[in-house]
T-cell receptor, first 112, second 111 residues
Framework: EAQVTQNPRYLITVTGKKLTVTCSQN?????MSWYRQDPGLGLRQIYY???????DKGDVPEGYKVSRKEKRNFPLILESPSPNQTSLYFC???????????FGDGTRLSIL | EDQVTQSPEALRLQEGESSSLNCSYT??????LFWYRQDPGKGPEFLFT???AGEEKEKERLKATLTKKESFLHITAPKPEDSATYLC????????????FGKGTKLSVIP
């Protein structure tokens, strides 16, 4: 089954404790992306990747890091999380930037 | 900077009452306009892609259209299962492969 898998689905943690949200896709897609979704602000792109070792900033990259060492994986790293990063996060992938994206089920992060 | 504005923010319809959702956009060169549906607690689900003005696409009770400034999602004779948030996104900005989403329209269809 074609899917984008995110882990964990839920996480409650504390300010400053480094965390990684994993994202994996099994569709051999070139383009992968991370979004955060907040009430009243909608979906905002954090980072995207056109291919292995190629990443670029979206609208809200501050406080986040990403890496694309393998085609199928695109982890989101919060080196020093802060409460304003409490949000619902989605990973997505597609064949290209002009193609429909497949989204994961989301990761709900709470930073205390 | 690419901008996407969706209206209305929320829409309540009686079952069978047709209507349209609007997505106005500003981009420096449209690479594609996308419509997604999002159910509570789930990731967005792809509906349509439109690439050029005049293009139309249909799927069951939904029809998406595109002009140079806006897109409409027409819903014909909606059913309660069409209740969801509908999101519009654009890919634009020459030299960037970023996607910009609107804030969505929350549709409620009342039996």
């Amino acid at each position: 089954e074609a899917q984008v898998t995110q882990n964990p689905r839920y996480l409650i943690t504390v300010t400053g404790k480094k965390l990684t949200v994993t994202c994996s896709q099994n569709m051999n897609h070139e383009y992968m992306s991370w979004y955060r979704q907040d009430p009243g602000l909608g979906l905002r792109q954090i980072y995207y990747s056109m291919n292995v070792e190629v990443t670029d900033k979206g609208d809200v990259p501050e406080g986040y890091k990403v890496s694309r060492k393998e085609k199928r994986n695109f982890p989101l790293i919060l080196e020093s999380p802060s409460p304003n990063q409490t949000s619902l996060y989605f990973c997505a992938s597609s064949r290209g930037p002009n193609q429909p994206q497949h989204f994961g089920d989301g990761t709900r992060l709470s930073i205390l | 900077e690419d901008q996407v504005t969706q209206s209305p923010e929320a829409l309540r319809l009686q079952e069978g009452e047709s209507s349209s959702l609007n997505c106005s956009y500003t981009v420096s060169g449209l690479r594609g306009l996308f419509w997604y549906r999002q159910d509570p607690g789930k990731g967005p689900e792809f509906l349509f892609t439109l690439y050029s003005a005049g293009e139309e696409k249909e799927k069951e009770r939904l029809k998406a259209t595109l002009t140079k400034k806006e897109s409409f999602l027409h819903i014909t004779a909606p059913k309660p299962e069409d209740s969801a948030t509908y999101l519009c996104a654009v890919g634009g900005r020459a030299g960037s492969y970023q996607l910009t989403f609107g804030k969505g329209t929350k549709l409620s269809v009342i039996p």
